[in-house]
């Protein structure tokens, strides 16, 4: 796919839709499946003000938790079910759902939507074959969160990109009483414990399959990733960490639990936050760790919204994809509540923003770490997948959740790193066999 | 009964009967407690029982995000409408069975319940095609129908065995007055067996409110009734126990306070034709 | 006191209740069926075509398979063997004579309104979480380390919720049975001088037979489909997938329905044969 023929015809294609947009105003009513994480819940909240805008839509909000959405969704797209106008989906789902043939192409969007400010890293991940699949709402990438409070107690400065080696002796350093030194997601899920152990595997030189999609949990690096991840964990992690996903370690940092935390970019404005947040002043940023290979941990993910073949109501959907996502829609959160919780790492624009950058303190972070991945080369070694801290095929949510079980387990102390390794090697292989591979 | 005790051992028995009420209800009274509760509060260590500022923030804030009325009204409706179904289908058939019994009328009652092995998660794909293929995705009427039919051998075989218990001789009775086998079911068996058809119905209606599979994936905006709404409060970002909790409060509290209302009803039907 | 007449009005009356049970049970078990032989895989362009038996024995040979029977069968077995206990001690224990008898009810029975989903996030959250649940803050209290509840003891934990659901209704079942029992029969045996455990064994336990195997029956049905319970709190983690939880893993995350509906198969035939098994024991129970 050349990016370059794809923005020429991106644009052409969006001039003479916004022409023809202009002509008529979509009305109809319009259900949104979306996830309930708080930048989704506030956009909810503004739905009066699209109505503004578009007083023929109504709009239908489904509103679900992460999990329990996603199935719903993909049972409904695959079987054509025609449940939803817009969905709220991953850069996991867009390639392969777009390939399918079961996304509406969003080349069309009106011109002043303007494609061109899209950071290429997103833009390209939600493309296929030229055809942008999905408006990205808003865009993450996973950094280093710390405390600069206990960082200094601790004797210790932190590098603005530190080595794993590092981030074990600040662990050690920090760990004390009430406070765990480091927090990381160790919940089963392809998009929990997976996606960090995957990207993290990045940085240690493992990938998920070498060129001839041979699962490879039997390599050394694979055992140096789970092996220094388990030590980290049952020496400086919280109680219970098999069970924290990106929601808990984000409520046990708020409360001041954690020392570090590598996790989301999004994070940044909820530990900043200071009505939520009991450390808001007290938190750095800094890059994912690496381990001198080439490859940062740092992975590349972006909620967005993508209007279904199957949907009734294209215009009207698209008119709201188009809202959502626009510049406008940033400058309306930033005037309603700062411009800290606007939704991040989508557009350039937001930080070529001096009101932007002065009011997010992480925002040089945020942009450093999303343009540092690089989905189409993820590894150190060629692998024949894209995607960071997944693999852009159908059958990976279930195999890696499966794998992430496993980790999970071994986590929690009923099985050992080996046999998990072993067991992952098993599921993969297995599931990959079934997939005809 | 009353049988004659010492006051001394009904100190004790209501002492422990007590305790041991209060420990299984403590959940439920945790949950409301906590819906009452700032986010701050609720994860307090130590935990704060009931000198906290009561604040009504939580359901401000869950029914701004979601419209109550709207999931409660189609609970109400799916929960109602699958029992009413249900009973007028299942009425028919238990008198059948209890009155005019055959050979096989033991085989066909476990028959009906055995339908209710069919693991749900195993026939979605197949139940979600018929649904699309006759339009009745996120309607409340589509919804109705399954919920009924997987409640239906419950309402059969609690109303058989409830039957079962009235003397055919007064149906026979009024046979030979002359009434017709339809004023026979409605005048005569009917008001003898309303104590059995009421708590059916109470059972029913519980098992349809609280189902949370086809309830969850046949649905989208259109029907969703309170298990959907109780999905969009599950770990969410950030502090969320106190929203759960109101959230969770609000779900269950139309159920609890009509089986509260009613517990005499349930209990009195609640035999399964286990008491002889 | 069936004439010909009624009785064929009888049968009328039965068929619309066959007739539509034997559909919902037809229609989707048949549909299961023809995708269990193919290779049904609609992320990769749905119907591939037939592939015989080869879904079945993948199924089985996954290593997740057998556990999984396990799990199912424990998490069944248990919550059986924890109601019915408590059931019947609770029950005994409402029999008596107290004060506000109708209040205590009330709070023993509320569990079984509260929805399966509500009450998986409630205790998952408020009292398990290993840092903010209320089970740490007790164990703190008494100077211990809190436990992860749903990792380390992750079984017990799915145990547990599920037990507090069905505890109030085995307790009525097994209350009302109890009620029902000839407190004159128990009275002359006190006289006798019966001590109370001679009493409960052989008054009391012999008339909750029957009680017993409906309890059996009704929960065994709705406990081979928890699912709920599993999906909020382990995901299937830890040694908590279950049969349908596997199947649930296949169709839904895996997207692979072909593997799936042979797995609902397997369901199906494992369900029936604890259903001959507990019809068994419940037919005869009907038949008294």
């Known amino acids: ?110 011109a002043e939507w303007d494609a061109d400010d899209i950071l290429p890293a997103i833009r390209s991940g939600l493309t296929v074959d030229g055809e942008l699949y999905a408006a990205p709402f808003y865009a993450e990438s996973s950094m280093v969160m710390y405390r600069t409070d206990l960082m200094e107690a601790a004797g210790l400065t932190m590098p603005e990109a530190p080595t794993w080696e590092f981030i074990r002796e600040a662990a050690e350093a920090m760990t004390e009483g009430d406070v765990y030194g480091i927090c990381l997601r160790g919940k089963a899920g392809w998009g929990e414990n997976m996606a960090l152990l995957s990207a993290m595997g990045n940085s240690f030189g493992a990938r998920w399959f070498d060129e001839d999609w041979q699962a490879q949990f039997d390599t050394e690096q694979w055992a140096n990733t789970i092996n220094f991840y388990m030590d980290l964990m049952t020496n400086y992690g919280p109680p219970g960490a098999a069970n924290n996903g990106f929601n808990e370690n984000l409520s046990l940092f708020q409360q001041g639990k954690c020392g570090m935390w590598i996790d989301a970019t999004v994070a940044a404005s909820f530990v900043t936050n200071p009505n939520d947040s009991t450390v808001a002043d007290k938190v750095g940023f800094a890059l994912a760790p690496d381990n001198g290979l080439g490859k ?123 046999q998990a390794l072993e067991r992952a090697q098993a599921v993969t292989t297995d599931a990959m066999e079934a997939a005809g591979y | 009964m009353a049988r004659a005790v010492t006051p001394r051992r009904k100190a004790v028995n209501t002492a422990l009967a007590w305790a041991v009420g209060l420990l299984i209800f403590f959940p439920i009274l945790w949950t409301i407690l906590t819906s009452f509760k700032t986010e701050a509060t609720a994860i307090a260590d130590p935990p704060v029982w009931l000198f906290f500022d009561w604040t009504l923030e939580n359901y401000a804030v869950v029914q701004e995000r979601s419209d109550y009325s709207r999931f409660l009204w189609n609970s109400i409706i799916i929960a109602g409408g699958s029992t009413l179904l249900g009973l007028i289908i299942a009425i028919p058939a238990a008198w059948s069975m209890a009155f005019v019994p055959s050979r096989f009328t033991k085989d066909i009652l476990l028959w009906m319940l055995s339908t209710k092995m069919l693991p749900a998660v195993g026939v979605l794909y197949p139940i979600y095609l018929i649904f699309i293929q006759f339009g009745l995705l996120d309607t409340r009427i589509g919804l109705t129908v399954v919920i009924m039919f997987i409640n239906l051998p419950i309402i059969v075989w609690m109303l058989y065995t409830y039957f079962k218990e009235i003397p055919g001789e007064i149906l026979e009775a009024a046979r030979m007055d002359g009434a017709t086998l339809r004023e026979e079911i409605l005048y005569v068996l009917t008001p003898m067996a309303i104590p059995g058809i009421a708590s059916t119905v109470l059972l029913n209606v519980i098992l349809a409110w609280n189902e949370a599979f086809w309830t969850l994936n046949l649905t989208a905006a259109k029907a969703a009734p309170l298990t959907a709404f109780i999905a969009s409060y599950s770990s969410p970002e950030g502090l969320f126990y106190a929203k759960l909790s109101a959230a969770s409060t609000m779900a269950i509290a139309p159920i609890l306070i009509l089986g509260w209302f009613s517990q005499k009803q349930l209990v009195r039907g609640l035999t399964f034709g286990a008491v002889k | 006191m069936a004439t010909q007449h009624s009785r064929t009005a009888a049968r009328l009356m039965l068929a619309p209740a066959v007739i539509l049970l034997l559909g919902w049970m037809l229609v989707p078990l048949t549909m299961t069926l023809l995708f269990s032989f193919k290779q049904y895989l609609p992320m990769r362009g749905g119907d591939l075509g037939w592939v015989g038996f080869d879904n079945y024995i993948r199924f089985v040979g996954s290593s997740a398979f057998w556990p999984s029977v396990v799990t199912t069968l424990v998490i069944v077995g248990s919550v059986l063997v924890i109601t019915i206990v408590l059931g019947v001690l609770l029950a005994l224990l409402l029999d008596q004579p107290m004060w506000g008898q109708g209040v205590v009810r009330i709070l023993v029975i509320a569990p079984f309104f509260v929805m399966p989903t509500v009450s998986a996030l409630v205790w998952k959250n408020m009292f398990m979480d290993p840092v903010n649940g209320l089970f740490a803050h007790l164990w703190k209290f008494f100077g211990a380390t809190p436990i992860s509840w749903l990792s380390e003891a992750s079984m017990t934990s799915i145990i547990m919720i599920v037990s507090w659901q069905w505890l109030p209704f085995a307790t009525l079942i097994l209350l009302t049975a109890i009620q029902s029992l000839d407190s004159e029969q128990l009275e002359a045996a006190e006289m006798d001088g019966a001590p109370p455990l001679s009493r409960f064994g052989h008054i009391i336990l012999p008339h909750l037979g029957r009680a017993i195997a409906i309890v059996v029956l009704i929960q065994t049905i709705f406990l081979l489909g928890v699912f709920a319970e599993i999906f909020v709190t382990t995901q299937g983690s830890f040694g908590t997938r279950t049969l349908t939880y596997l199947i649930f893993q296949r169709v839904l995350e895996s997207q692979n329905v072909g593997l799936g509906s042979a797995g609902g198969v397997y369901a199906i035939i494992l369900a029936n044969i604890l259903a001959i098994f507990l019809m068994r024991i419940v037919g005869k129970n009907l038949d008294r």
């Open chain 1, 1 to 110: 796919m050349s990016f370059r023929t794809s923005l020429g015809l991106a644009s052409a294609l969006a001039v003479a839709a916004s022409m023809a947009a202009h002509a008529q105003t979509p009305s109809g009513t319009i259900t949104i499946a979306t996830v309930n994480n708080g930048d989704m819940i506030r956009m909810q909240g503004l739905t009066s003000e699209f109505n503004a805008q578009y007083p023929d839509i109504k709009v239908e909000w489904v509103t679900l938790e992460e999990n329990v959405l996603r199935s719903r969704v993909t049972q409904d797209v695959a079987t054509k079910g025609g449940q939803f106008d817009v969905m709220t989906i991953g850069t996991y789902e867009v390639p392969i759902w777009g390939e399918n043939g079961w996304l509406v192409s969003l080349n069309d969007l009106p």
């Open chain 1, 296 to 418: 940062r941990g740092n992975w590349l993910w972006a909620w967005s919204l993508a209007v279904p073949a199957g949907s009734q109501q294209t215009e009207a959907a698209k008119a709201f994809v188009a809202w959502a996502t626009s510049k406008e829609y940033t400058a309306l959160v930033a005037e309603k509540e700062g411009w800290a919780n606007v939704p991040p790492g989508t557009r350039q624009s937001l930080y070529d923003n001096a009101e932007y950058t002065s009011a997010a303190s992480f925002a040089d972070m945020t942009l450093r770490s999303i343009n540092s991945a690089d989905p189409t080369q993820p590894t150190v070694d060629p692998v024949p997948y894209t995607g960071v801290q997944f693999v852009a095929i159908p059958e990976f949510a279930g195999f890696a959740t499966e794998v992430g079980q496993e980790f999970a387990n071994a986590l929690a102390g009923q099985q050992s790193a080996e």
